[in-house]
């Protein structure tokens, strides 16, 4: 056997590490954005666990609204009320959930900045409010039009204020979540 003297062994060739990486790198970067945008569809199960998000005022902007499903960790569907904001920003929100017997709990947006979201998506099953004010409201819209299931009952809004809002949510998603003032810890549910 003979040995090449000229090869490093043990040590990492940047350019051939920067030739695979990099086009990875992009790719996977490239599928994430398509996913958020919706333009991808992303396969999830939901936990099968119901949390409650509360807030004292929700104001969102590219608001839509329709029935949907989720699956479930049983091999079933959950029914949701679909909810989707472009953009919106929640004044003193809390979010809890038990687990094991304990009570998690985030809160976030109460010193003044509220927390804000983009692309916000928000499944739930049950949602109260002391007032909902709607601007430019379309009811009846087809879902399909909005996302949705294509035939089914939609509406949609240029913007939405909710006041006191409790939602008991399956599953949520954001662009980008920003919690100024974030705490979490145990105990207390919203």
Not at 14 to 36: E, S
Not at 67 to 90: C, D, H, W
Not at 110 to 120: D, E, K, M, R
Request: charged share 10%; net charge neutral; with cysteine.
């Amino acid at each position: 056997m003979s040995v090449d003297s000229s090869r490093a062994q043990g040590k990492v060739k940047w350019r051939r590490f920067a030739i695979v990486a990099v086009p990875a790198v992009a790719i996977a970067g490239i599928l994430v954005g398509l996913t958020a945008e919706g333009a991808l569809a992303s396969s999830i199960s939901v936990s099968g666990q119901e949390f409650t998000i509360t807030a004292n005022q929700l104001v969102g902007t590219g608001f839509a609204q329709f029935g949907g499903s989720l699956p479930n960790s049983k091999n079933g569907q959950t029914p949701v009320i679909v909810s989707t904001m472009k953009n919106a920003t929640l004044s003193h929100l809390c979010q809890s959930v038990t687990v094991l017997g304990l009570t998690i709990r985030l809160t976030a947006g109460a010193g003044g900045s509220p927390a804000s979201a983009t692309n916000l998506v928000v499944d739930a099953n049950d949602q109260t409010a002391s007032s909902a004010v709607f601007s430019n409201l379309s009811i009846g819209q087809d879902a399909g039009t909005l996302g949705g299931p294509a035939g089914t009952f939609g509406e949609d809004a240029e913007q939405v204020t909710i006041n006191n809002l409790v939602q008991h949510t399956w599953y949520t998603t954001a662009g980008t979540f920003t919690l100024p003032g974030l705490s979490l810890g145990f105990g207390g549910s919203c």
